[in-house]
C-alpha cells in the first residue's frame, strides 16, 4: 500500500461549489503539507503542518483552508471553487526539513 | 528567503547520450538541495540530496550532482539517459536556518527521444 495517498484522484466540480481534498499517510511522521502544482510554475506551497495543533499559511494560502484531523490525516478544503483553482493538487510529508518529502499521487482539479 | 532558477523549461535529447539540467539558487544562508523526478501521472520523489560534505553527490537512476557554492548552482547529469528518464524534474533549497518550508524551481521537462 503507498505510504500518501490522497482522494479523490480526479475531480471536476462548478464555480462556487465547496471541496475537499483529503490526504492520509502511514509514515509516522508529524510533518505534511499542501502544494498545487500549475505548468512552468512548479510547486507552490499552499499550507504546512508540524503537527496537530500546529498549522501555517504557504505562500498561496487564499482561497484554502486546511484541516489537521490527526497525525495521519491533512485535509485541504476549498470553500468557493473558481476557475483559476484548476490544478494539480499534491500532499507531502517529512520528518524534518533536511529530510526529503514524500508525495501522494496527487489529485487533478477542474473547476468549470 | 530563498529562490530557485531552472534555466531550462524543456530539455531534448537523445537515448544514451548525456545530459546536464541547471539548477541555480540565491539565499542568504546556507541551504540543503534537492533533486526530484516527476514521472507521468505520479507524484514526486527524491533523486539525491545534498546537505554536506562532498560536493559530488550521486543519486537513485545513475543521476549526480555537483554542489558549487561559488557559482550557486547544483546541475544534474547522467552520463547516458534512456527512454525511462523522460519525466519532469524539480531542482529544490530549504535554508538550514528555516526548517520549515522546501522552495521548488519551476521544472525541467526531459524528453528522451529514442
Given at each position: 500500500?503507498?505510504?500518501?495517498?490522497?482522494?479523490?484522484?480526479?475531480?471536476?466540480?462548478?464555480?462556487?461549489?465547496?471541496?475537499?481534498?483529503?490526504?492520509?499517510?502511514?509514515?509516522?511522521?508529524?510533518?505534511?503539507?499542501?502544494?498545487?502544482?500549475?505548468?512552468?510554475?512548479?510547486?507552490?506551497?499552499?499550507?504546512?503542518?508540524?503537527?496537530?495543533?500546529?498549522?501555517?499559511?504557504?505562500?498561496?494560502?487564499?482561497?484554502?483552508?486546511?484541516?489537521?484531523?490527526?497525525?495521519?490525516?491533512?485535509?485541504?478544503?476549498?470553500?468557493?471553487?473558481?476557475?483559476?483553482?484548476?490544478?494539480?493538487?499534491?500532499?507531502?510529508?517529512?520528518?524534518?526539513?533536511?529530510?526529503?518529502?514524500?508525495?501522494?499521487?496527487?489529485?487533478?482539479?477542474?473547476?468549470? | 528567503?530563498?529562490?530557485?532558477?531552472q534555466?531550462?523549461?524543456?530539455?531534448?535529447v537523445?537515448?544514451?547520450?548525456?545530459?546536464?539540467?541547471?539548477?541555480?539558487?540565491?539565499?542568504?544562508?546556507?541551504?540543503y538541495?534537492?533533486?526530484?523526478?516527476?514521472?507521468?501521472?505520479?507524484?514526486?520523489?527524491?533523486?539525491?540530496?545534498?546537505?554536506?560534505?562532498?560536493?559530488?553527490?550521486?543519486?537513485?537512476?545513475?543521476?549526480?550532482?555537483?554542489?558549487?557554492?561559488?557559482?550557486?548552482?547544483?546541475?544534474?547529469?547522467?552520463?547516458?539517459?534512456?527512454?525511462?528518464?523522460?519525466?519532469?524534474?524539480?531542482?529544490?533549497?530549504?535554508g538550514?536556518?528555516?526548517?520549515?518550508?522546501?522552495?521548488?524551481?519551476?521544472?525541467t521537462?526531459?524528453?528522451?527521444?529514442p
Amino acid at each position: 500500500d503507498a505510504d500518501v495517498t490522497q482522494t479523490p484522484r480526479n475531480r471536476i466540480t462548478k464555480t462556487g461549489k465547496r471541496i475537499m481534498l483529503e490526504c492520509s499517510q502511514t509514515k509516522g511522521h508529524d510533518r505534511m503539507y499542501w502544494y498545487r502544482q500549475d505548468p512552468g510554475l512548479g510547486l507552490r506551497l499552499i499550507y504546512y503542518s508540524f503537527d496537530v495543533k500546529d498549522i501555517n499559511k504557504g505562500e498561496i494560502s487564499d482561497g484554502y483552508s486546511v484541516s489537521r484531523q490527526a497525525q495521519a490525516k491533512f485535509s485541504l478544503s476549498l470553500e468557493s471553487a473558481i476557475p483559476n483553482q484548476t490544478a494539480l493538487y499534491f500532499c507531502a510529508t517529512s520528518d524534518g526539513g533536511r529530510n526529503e518529502q514524500y508525495f501522494g499521487p496527487g489529485t487533478r482539479l477542474t473547476v468549470t | 528567503a530563498q529562490s530557485v532558477t531552472q534555466l531550462d523549461s524543456q530539455v531534448p535529447v537523445f537515448e544514451e547520450a548525456p545530459v546536464e539540467l541547471r539548477c541555480n539558487y540565491s539565499s542568504s544562508v546556507s541551504v540543503y538541495l534537492f533533486w526530484y523526478v516527476q514521472y507521468p501521472n505520479q507524484g514526486l520523489q527524491l533523486l539525491l540530496k545534498y546537505l554536506s560534505g562532498s560536493t559530488l553527490v550521486k543519486g537513485i537512476n545513475g543521476f549526480e550532482a555537483e554542489f558549487n557554492k561559488s557559482q550557486t548552482s547544483f546541475h544534474l547529469r547522467k552520463p547516458s539517459v534512456h527512454i525511462s528518464d523522460t519525466a519532469e524534474y524539480f531542482c529544490a533549497v530549504i535554508g538550514k536556518t528555516s526548517y520549515d518550508k522546501v522552495i521548488f524551481g519551476p521544472g525541467t521537462s526531459l524528453s528522451v527521444i529514442p
